[in-house]
């Protein structure tokens, strides 16, 4: 995540419909474990988890994250009026 999140394209799609969290993974809240537990498959860090305004699990995956994929989960879950 470190490398592809201040890439121009992502942090420009992150600022304009996001509020990005990043938890310890040693120590993590308890909503954020709330939310993982709703992803399948879960095997492996980092996690990506999309949440509703209201903190309702809405998708995320695990594993590597690489530029393209979290571009296209970006703007499949960018919310109404983010994108403008």
Do not use: I, W
């Not at 992502?10 to 954020?32: I, K």
């Not at 498959?41 to 699990?57: H, S, T």
């Amino acid at each position: 995540m470190e490398a592809v999140v201040p890439r121009p394209d992502v942090a420009e799609l992150l600022q304009r419909g996001y509020v990005a969290v990043a938890s310890d993974c040693d120590e993590p809240e308890d909503e954020v474990m709330a939310l993982a537990a709703k992803l399948e498959d879960a095997m492996m860090l980092p996690f990506v988890l999309f949440a509703d305004a209201d903190g309702g699990f809405v998708d995320g995956y695990s594993g590597v994250v690489t530029p393209p994929y979290l571009l296209k989960k970006l703007n499949e879950h960018m919310p109404v009026g983010g994108g403008e």
